[in-house]
């Protein structure tokens, strides 16, 4: 029995046999990887993600359209809670993406002490690994998307999305665990459906006049 941490969760997945398909699947999030022989042994290769074409053809429920927003949102709101990402940041990122590595691995090549010097010094500027996380909860997510659907079309911005089958905050969370399921996005163990029910009321958050309530965590 073999064992692999999911690219997405993080969750260990089980695996009792290679032999027919490197294919695995996480029971966890549903996500769909390959395990591949490398030099120094099996290790978890990109996960088999689809498009976003392909995710909202699968759910057949949004436009396309509705999907480029909310991955569009995701990146408005971590920029909102976390701020803009400095130059290290980035420059790690430019380093994960040329090796294959997620934000999981990378977690673990730095527990291991295997990480390059050079990447270990960003990451000390940083202030930590931990600061690599930009996750947003679905509330945030929710407040990051009305935010920017405001600042696209003011006014407008409900009956736009109301264009795309979006009427409330639940709307968004089927579009980014359909986007999860496909391998197009990451979660935490912690993220649930249930984190983007009833954030707010659409006629309600987006009255120009709205202001969102200070206990709400941003």
């Known amino acids: 029995m073999l064992t692999f941490r999911c690219p997405s969760c993080g969750q260990n997945v089980k695996v009792p046999d290679l032999a027919s398909s490197p294919d695995v699947r996480c029971d966890g999030c549903g996500t769909e990887f390959q395990v591949v022989a490398h030099p120094g042994g099996l290790r978890v290769a990109a996960e088999r993600g689809k498009s976003i074409e ?9 436009p396309i359209d ?9 990146g408005f709101a971590a920029e909102q809670v976390h701020g803009p990402k400095s130059q290290n940041h980035r420059l790690i ?24 010097k050079h990447v270990v010094v960003k ?4 202030g930590g690994v931990s600061r690599l996380n930009r996750h947003v909860s679905g509330q945030q997510l929710c407040w990051g998307l009305r935010d920017l659907a405001l600042q696209k079309w003011g006014l ?39 984190d983007f029910k009833d954030v707010y009321d659409f006629a309600e958050a987006f009255d120009g006049n709205f202001r969102i309530p200070k206990e709400q965590a941003r």
């Open 54 to 62: 392909q995710a909202a053809a699968d759910l057949a429920r949004y």
């Open 123 to 126: 990451i000390r500027k940083l």
């Open 156 to 194: 407008m911005a409900s009956s736009v999305l109301k264009r795309w089958n979006i009427a409330s905050t639940a709307d968004f969370g089927r579009i980014v665990f359909a986007l999860v399921n496909n391998g197009c996005l990451q979660k935490q163990p912690s993220d649930s459906p249930e």
């Open 66 to 74: 509705a999907f480029a927003f909310v991955q569009e949102g995701l």
């Open 93 to 116: 990122e430019r380093w994960m993406d040329r090796n294959d590595v997620d934000l999981a691995k990378l977690y673990e090549l730095h527990d291991a002490g295997k990480l390059p």
